[in-house]
């Protein structure tokens, strides 16, 4: 039990909740802390995952010596100043996506804990599921030839929120959705994109509810991702090749992978391996690389998380979707 690694959660929705179940389902590891804005909020936490201890500020968090890692689980419009709080307070750092509002933020972030010698990676868990190498399995086996086409989607009727409407919290469909399916194209086809266009719907503040995005890579291949945040959509990855194709079902958190021939009969069926939460991988995966001395995961390189803010903030550009303090 004394040998457990110990993390801190910063903040309290529904994103450090799946972190504090996930934290309380593995072995190993213990959720030592838990912070928020207010210390009612945080107390409240606390209680119903059974924390020991809880904060109700950041700083207290960032300060607290027993801490191995901290997760950030604030809205993306935060993470920059959060993690630069905890980097600054000499914590390694676990970030949900997106990882920031742009790439100069995210930049900035990656130079500093270098200088403080610090592990900072972004969670996105996709990168870290088992079925995401399986995935990558089954495409270098070439059971579906030459891979000419990707289309993935994440769409849920989820324009009410907050986070969505918003520009002051980073607001919008891109940032919360369709990273996914920019980082299902990243999986599959890889970095080397040439062209870029995109559409988007807008709401009276400025964000945009539904992007439409369309990708050229430098081999010719091609990939459409689509997200809404004012409709359901299949929340699907559909990888185009010369003999059959391959479907993947909810690319927020692979659950299944079939692949299907040229006639259309199923020709492998790959299924989710059970889990807490689909968490535990981005955690375990953090704390493997600081016990090997490690300053990111091999899984979510930096590069790749700069990569996508970089293209999110060129789709951005010609939506014409700013968050405030941009120019």
Not at 100 to 121: P, V, Y
Not at 130 to 139: N, S, T, Y
Not at 244 to 249: A, L, S
């Amino acid at each position: 039990m004394f040998n457990k690694k110990k993390v801190g959660i910063m903040g309290t929705g529904d994103i450090a909740r799946m972190m504090a179940k996930t934290l309380g389902g593995m072995r190993g590891v213990v959720c030592h802390a838990v912070a928020s804005r207010t210390k009612e909020k945080a107390e409240s936490f606390a209680r119903e995952f059974k924390i020991k201890t809880f904060y109700g500020s950041y700083e207290e968090l960032c300060q607290d010596p027993k801490i191995d890692l901290i997760y950030v689980a604030t809205p993306h419009s935060a993470h920059f100043e959060n993690v630069k709080l905890a980097l600054e307070n000499g914590k390694n750092v676990l970030c949900e996506k997106a990882f920031t509002l742009n790439e100069a933020q995210a930049k900035e972030l990656f130079q500093l804990a270098e200088e403080k010698n610090l592990l900072l990676t972004e969670a996105m868990w996709t990168r870290f599921l088992p079925l995401a190498d399986k995935l990558k399995e089954v495409i270098s086996s070439n059971v579906i030839g030459d891979i000419s086409l990707v289309m993935a989607d994440l769409s849920f009727n989820i324009a009410w929120k907050q986070r969505i409407q918003d520009p002051s919290l980073g607001g919008g469909a891109l940032l919360d959705l369709g990273v996914y399916g920019l980082t299902f194209a990243s999986m599959v086809l890889g970095e080397d994109i040439t062209d870029i266009q995109s559409q988007a719907v807008l709401n009276e503040h400025g964000m945009d509810t539904q992007d439409v995005i369309t990708l050229k890579y430098r081999s010719g291949q091609q990939a459409i991702v689509t997200c809404s945040a004012i409709s359901c959509g299949p929340c699907k990855g559909i990888i185009y090749g010369a003999n059959g194709h391959i479907e993947v079902q909810d690319i927020n958190n692979f659950s299944s992978i079939t692949v299907y021939n040229n006639a259309g009969e199923k020709v492998g069926f790959y299924k989710r391996e059970k889990q807490i939460t689909g968490y535990e991988y981005e955690v375990q995966a953090a704390f493997d690389a600081l016990e090997e001395g490690w300053k990111e995961c091999p899984d979510m390189p930096h590069a790749l998380t700069l990569k996508i803010m970089n293209t999110m903030d060129f789709i951005r550009k010609q939506t014409e979707v700013k968050f405030p303090g941009e120019e």
